[in-house]
């Protein structure tokens, strides 16, 4: 299984970007997906998750802002962030919870690359 994000890049304070993370292999289905970032020298964050059902849950710094979606067709969850800030800046990773067979009795764990965010005039 692999995880591909993509729309990172360097955005002005108050603009807009929009990431996507696309897993791809043996998936059967695709429980919770997540957006984590982490900036140098600080932890790695969670930023938003969102179930099957679409329940949502965002980090408090980004209520508002940021908007976490998924395509279950497509195997792919989005992030789309607008009035982004400076401390916005970090390295967005993507998560999921996979089962990679009908077979499968276990749920794992898959992270992304990461793609950068900066966030700067």
């Known amino acids: 299984v692999q995880l591909v994000e993509s729309g990172g890049g360097l955005v002005q304070p108050g603009g807009s970007l929009r990431l996507s993370c696309a897993a791809s292999g043996s998936i059967y289905s695709i429980k919770a997906m997540a957006w984590y970032r982490q900036a140098p020298g600080k932890q790695r964050d969670l930023v938003a998750r969102i179930t099957t059902s679409d329940s949502t849950n965002y980090a408090d710094s980004v209520k508002g802002r940021f908007t976490i979606s998924r395509d279950n067709a497509k195997n792919t969850v989005y992030l789309e962030m607008n009035s982004l800030k400076p401390e916005d800046t970090a390295v967005y990773l993507c998560?999921?919870?996979?089962?990679?067979?009908?077979?499968?009795?276990?749920?794992?764990?898959?992270w992304g690359q990461g793609t950068q965010v900066t966030v700067s005039s």
């Open positions: 998560y999921a919870e996979i089962v990679p067979t009908s077979t499968s009795q276990s749920v794992y764990a898959y």
